[in-house]
């Protein structure tokens, strides 16, 4: 499989957010600031880039000779929670005005199933080694360019437009996320 479709794929035809919907909490939670949203893509790119290859290191080497496939899920939630722990601690020390501003949504990247989606694709879908790494930092780069398109929509919607009362808050930011999946869907034809 080429890898550059295999990236292509995963970073913007099969958008983990917009068309798999997958990661839609920390999506709607820390989209409100370009600043914040990107950050929280670097977390969750560096997350998902090395549980790609780590969780098909566990899948490969120890669940399929020991005969424990079933436990795929267990093992790849213990080995995201362990990354996503490092991370904090790297953020924390880092850059404490983001660990600040993402809050309760840094630790929620344990749970989110973006994270976890992609090494059950990876797993699924029988990548190899290589290829789990290209898809995992494809769809964490398309989780990315989401997360910061959208929190740089609301910036302006909160800023520069009148919105009826009806529909401040979390009625328009669903009513862009719709906007912006519809127009994600014209990378289907990209690649064939």
């Known amino acids: 499989m080429d890898l550059l479709l ?3 794929g995963a970073m913007l035809v099969n958008n983990f957010v917009l068309t798999r919907f997958l990661g839609i909490c920390p999506f709607l939670g820390v989209s409100k600031k370009v600043e914040t949203a990107v950050g929280m893509g670097m977390a969750v790119t560096f997350v998902m880039a090395l549980a790609s290859v780590i969780t098909h290191l566990v899948h490969k ?9 079933y436990l795929y899920t267990i093992a790849f939630i213990l080995v995201i929670a362990s990354l996503v722990q490092l991370v904090e601690m790297v953020i924390q020390k880092s850059s404490p005005s983001l660990y600040a501003a ?35 930092v494809g769809g964490a780069l398309g989780f990315t360019i989401a997360i910061v398109l959208f929190a740089g ?11 009826p009362e009806a529909l401040k808050g979390l009625p328009i930011a669903l009513i862009t996320a719709g906007f912006m999946a519809t127009a994600f869907l014209g990378f289907q034809g990209l690649i064939s």
């Open 153 to 163: 929509i609301r910036e302006r919607l909160d800023t520069n437009i009148n919105i």
């Open 61 to 69: 080497l120890l669940l399929v000779p020991a005969k424990l496939e």
């Open 6 to 8: 295999l990236f292509l």
């Open 102 to 136: 993402l809050g309760v949504f840094l630790p929620l990247i344990t749970t989110n199933c973006a994270v976890l989606g992609v090494a059950i694709i990876n797993m699924q879908e029988e990548y190899t080694l290589m290829e789990s790494l290209v898809h995992g």
